[in-house]
């Protein structure tokens, strides 16, 4: 055991005597720091198989067979070679990410990772791991980029090698919720490009881009094509949640 672990284990009794477990999702009292409660656990919602395999969108168990696409991805075809996401955004997995963005909970960062670890087919070491970058000043703001401790957990799970600053944020953008996709792809355009400085990372290999949250899809495409326009051979995203709704009653 390295020192460190030993330290923290050590500590561990008296760090939960000042600090009392607490389920990160809803408050409850839990037997360990960085555990869920049993109903939060529950309220995850991993997604399964079959799904359509380009972008790993559930069918249910009425739909398609794998191997199928689904219609998103026949009428516009993705740029990325697949998403691993670790759950579907529910209120639980929600909880998560606000606590963990907003409410500076970053001992959540191992968690979050596992359950992205597990949606991955299978370790490489020789991947290159790229975070969804944030703007400097934001990041100057928050203090950390989400998407950048997450990418340094899953580099620790052995799923590749971390290149934090392979993309840059060349200017702010404003929120995009609400904007329709002609309005995202005009508020991304020229604001996330590839650092000159890592093509020669980024040419010719298999990169996991890394991100919190995958919504609507616009920004992890601006970023995908930065990679793929650098020389990248395949872009799989890897996020903790992904919002699908549709596939909720699954």
């Not at 969108?57 to 026949?74: H, V």
């Not at 209120?91 to 670890?117: C, E, Y």
Request: charged fraction near 20%.
């Amino acid at each position: 055991m390295s020192t460190s672990r030993f330290l923290a284990a050590s500590l561990a009794p008296l760090v939960d005597f000042v600090y009392p477990p607490r389920c990160p999702a809803c408050g409850g009292g839990v037997a360990e720091q960085g555990g869920l409660c049993a109903a939060c656990w529950e309220g995850l919602v991993i997604p399964g198989e079959p799904s359509c395999a380009a972008c790993q969108r559930p069918f249910g168990d009425s739909g398609p067979q794998a191997g199928a696409i689904c219609a998103p991805c026949l009428a516009n075809p993705p740029r990325h070679d697949g998403i691993a996401a670790g759950t579907l955004y529910t209120d639980v997995s929600r909880q998560l990410v606000l606590a963990f963005k907003h409410g500076r909970r970053l001992a959540l960062a191992p968690m979050l990772a596992r359950l992205m670890a597990a949606r991955l087919p299978v370790t490489d070491p020789e991947r290159v791991i790229v975070p969804v970058p944030l703007h400097r000043w934001r990041q100057w703001r928050r203090g950390f980029n989400q998407a950048g401790l997450l990418a340094r957990e899953l580099q620790a799970l052995g799923h590749g090698r971390l290149c934090v600053d392979a993309l840059v944020r060349a200017k702010p953008t404003p929120t995009l919720g609400g904007l329709g996709r002609k309005a995202r792809a005009r508020a991304l355009s020229g604001s996330i490009l590839l650092n000159s400085r890592r093509r020669s990372a980024v040419e010719g290999r298999d990169i996991l881009l890394v991100d919190d949250v995958l919504t609507s899809g616009a920004t992890s495409d601006s970023c995908v094509r930065a990679l793929k326009r650098g020389g990248a051979a395949s872009v799989t995203i890897a996020c903790f949640a992904r919002v699908l709704e549709e596939a909720l009653d699954v």
